[in-house]
């Protein structure tokens, strides 16, 4: 079995404000606990003052961000993930956000997911859409993908998992938005899929 935890850094809107790029980032393991070590140890270091039920790139200290990302990058994982400047979407697209978010997720799945494999994979998103959406989302990453996929929406808090790759797409991000690769570096030798160029995001897979 094999789990992928996937999470996303930046928006899909479309104005002065929103962000450059749009990331989304996994990790993926054979085994749950692998990851779920990293946050743990992390936040069991905090002081209480800094101790949260939930860790996050985007309003943790430079040492807890180097910390998380150093645990993962000892642990037997591999990380893809796709980066999209979204001047390459077409202005007839740009109010379609759900639309956009589920194909950038279902390249980037069919590029790290083996057709052949007859193991199930579990992948585990952020539960922030609808319900309505989750369905439609479901149905599409199915269609779209080649394995047997069991498709869960947690709660970020609830998930270490989550959180940690919560930590990966922000370093990510951080390297394509500014040019800083200081906390990117720490992971870069476990990237093994990244999908940057407007020919391998809209390769038809």
Not at 11 to 34: N, Q, R
């Amino acid at each position: 079995m094999k789990y992928i935890f996937l999470d996303e850094s930046g928006d899909l809107g479309f104005t002065p404000k929103s962000s450059k790029y749009f990331i989304v980032a996994c990790i993926c393991v054979d085994e749950e606990k692998i990851v779920n070590r990293c946050i743990k140890t992390v936040r069991k270091g905090l002081s209480k003052k800094y101790k949260k039920t939930e860790l996050k790139f985007s309003n943790s200290s430079k040492t807890t961000k180097r910390r998380v990302l150093e645990c993962i990058a000892l642990k037997n994982v591999s990380i893809s993930y796709l980066a999209l400047n979204k001047g390459w979407i077409h202005s007839h697209l740009c109010n379609k956000k759900f639309v956009i978010h589920n194909y950038m997720i279902a390249q980037l799945l069919s590029e790290l997911l083996d057709e052949a494999s007859n193991n199930k994979t579990i992948i585990v998103i952020d539960k922030f859409l609808p319900y309505k959406n989750i369905v439609d989302f479901n149905r599409y990453i199915g269609l779209k993908t080649p394995s047997v996929l069991d498709i869960r929406h947690e709660s970020s808090h609830g998930s270490n998992g989550i959180q940690a790759v919560d930590f990966i797409a922000g370093a990510i991000h951080l390297k394509y938005r500014t040019n800083d690769e200081s906390f990117y570096s720490i992971i870069s030798n476990k990237v093994n899929v990244s999908l940057d160029t407007r020919e391998n995001i809209f390769k038809k897979r």
